[in-house]
């Protein structure tokens, strides 16, 4: 295996592929890597780029006896095109690319936002595919990805278009500040108290994984004064939905 490892990257000029560059910097919203997961592995999201990989291999991991040698690659499914014909034969090559070439650079290999078709033809992909390939791949289905990927990676270290708080240029939080998961029951509420002193300001993200849309009550206590007090209030709703890539 190595040695068909070593012979693919100078067919494939490897090592000159790293100095390129290719002109496209829109690719840059849609292959990167961001934080790493609850392990330490560095993460990144992908359609398949070798030379984002070969970059990440050379630039964040640490070969040392304790450090980190491997990553997590998370692969979002969501605006991919039905897969038919030549696009099943280019997937199950770049499986069997990852196999062959960069399995031991690989700790998980998840792919977010999986349809129904794909899970449906990676049972035929899968027979091509070794044990220990196939113990490094997981497949989710939209209504499981965000809430899955949080197994494998901390919320404050996921991007919002994946349904984590980690936003590019946040002046008021960073991937240091954790996040602190609530599970709701069906039908039910949850009450999460955030103590307020005076002349402070309270500042908070939110994220409800699921479909249905929820709402933030704000309680104001005034149990403790004897006197009335004037409430100012103002918000605004914006959509940290993400577009499609191009």
């Known amino acids: 295996m190595l040695k068909s490892a070593v012979l693919w990257r100078k067919r494939f000029g490897i090592d000159e592929l790293l100095g390129v560059d290719l002109g496209l910097p829109e690719l840059e919203k849609v292959v990167f890597y961001r934080g790493t997961d609850r392990e330490g592995h560095p993460v990144y999201y992908n359609v398949w780029r070798i030379q984002l990989l070969e970059r990440s291999i050379w630039e964040q991991l640490d070969f040392s006896p304790s450090g980190i040698c491997s990553m997590v690659q998370i692969t979002d499914l969501k605006y991919s095109p039905p897969m038919l014909g030549k696009d099943h034969g280019v997937t199950h090559q770049a499986l069997a690319l990852l196999q062959d070439n960069y399995l031991e650079f690989v ?140």
């Open 107 to 246: 700790a998980k290999k998840v792919f977010i936002n999986v349809p129904w078709w794909y899970l449906a033809t990676n049972k035929v992909m899968s027979l091509f595919l070794t044990q220990r390939t196939k113990s490094k791949i997981i497949f989710y289905s939209p209504d499981r990805s965000a809430e899955t990927l949080f197994r494998y990676v901390a919320p404050e270290q996921v991007p919002v278009r994946f349904g984590g708080l980690y936003k590019e240029d946040d002046t008021e939080f960073s991937a240091s500040n954790a996040v602190t998961e609530l599970t709701v029951k069906p039908s039910s509420k949850e009450t999460v108290e955030v103590p307020a002193t005076e002349g402070s300001t309270v500042v908070w993200p939110w994220q409800l994984q699921g479909r249905r849309p929820g709402k933030v009550v704000l309680a104001m206590d005034t149990r403790a004064s004897k006197k009335k007090k004037l409430l100012l209030y103002r918000f605004r709703v914006k959509s940290t939905a993400a577009e499609p890539a191009a």
